[in-house]
């Protein structure tokens, strides 16, 4: 990995440029959105220029935050001529997706700021830092450090995405100056009922009828140490689901009495599987799981897209959690 640049470096490249991309990866989550929102809003306040794009775009669960409108779809961007192109919350530089990386290809300076710790450190400038809990928190340090503006858009963008990746701060990466970001941030103003409720309360209905569907699927090893179910094409086609819809679904699984490890398989368009794992057991690393098959991530959070058949995807990934487990003593 590249060595870190330090946040005055950073901040020199932002203010010796004047025209920005901030850019997140595919099937962006509310860590990625969050996070591009919160910077280039800030950059904005500084007087630059600013594009923000998602191969994706914007997903709807996250349409309530302010100034979510500016995500562009990068394939349908018109004219994206930026000196200075931003990643985010994005470990690998495919990851943005081939119409970001055809977007932002003639960008002169790449900075690449995440908390994942296979990031590789791929831009001019990397800020990596995997012990941050989100790269939303990232964004806070950042502009705290250079005493840039945080305004009512940054704020809210900054907790949604601290609070997302974190599971509402539950998870044990949470850490005290996590606490401390938001307890500012609520000085700053922040309405964390209402904001709250826009996250987590506001989903639409084909959500409980996927989980439904997912129920019904639900399988578990003999010991229960591992819990896995699969979504299947026909099932996203009769729902009509959109790829946000399965955003969370695996932490319903992953709480599960006597789980150590939760895998969740999805059928892609192309013969694709996602795979999406989580570990409740720092003995199991899951990015190192992941790894295996290309994939990577977080420790205990961490993501796979292979080859499939689905059933030969399972069968393969479920034989290396088991015997990271049986490595581990825990069976």
Sequence with gaps: MSENATFAQIGEAFES????????????????????????HALEQMGKSVRYLNNDGCPESLAFLPGSEKVEISAEAKEVEVEVAITLDTAAHARVGEGSLEAIKNAKLLINIDHHISNPGYGDLNYIDSNSPATGQIIY?????LDLPISEITRDSIYVAVSTDTGSFQYSGTTQRTY???????????????????????QPYRKVELMRALLN?????EDGHVVWWDLRMETKMELELIDDDTEGMIDFIRAVQGVVVAVFFE????????????????????????????????????GIRMAGPLESAREKVLDEV??????????
């Design 322 to 331: 088991s015997a990271a487990i049986a490595r581990e003593g825990l069976v």
């Design 180 to 202: 401390e970001m938001a307890a500012d941030l609520v000085g700053r103003g922040l309405k964390v009922g209402e904001i709250n409720q826009l996250t987590y309360d506001n």
């Design 141 to 145: 340090d950042l502009l705290t450090a």
């Design 267 to 302: 059928d892609l368009e192309g013969g694709k599987i996602r795979v999406s794992m989580r570990s409740k057991d720092k003995r199991i690393n899951v990015s190192e799981i992941c790894g295996i098959f290309g994939g990577g991530g977080h420790a205990l959070a961490a």
């Design 217 to 221: 699927k639900l399988d578990r090893s």
């Design 17 to 40: 440029h004047q025209s920005f991309a901030v850019v997140s990866h595919v099937r962006p989550d509310g860590d990625a959105i969050g996070s591009i929102l919160a910077l280039g």
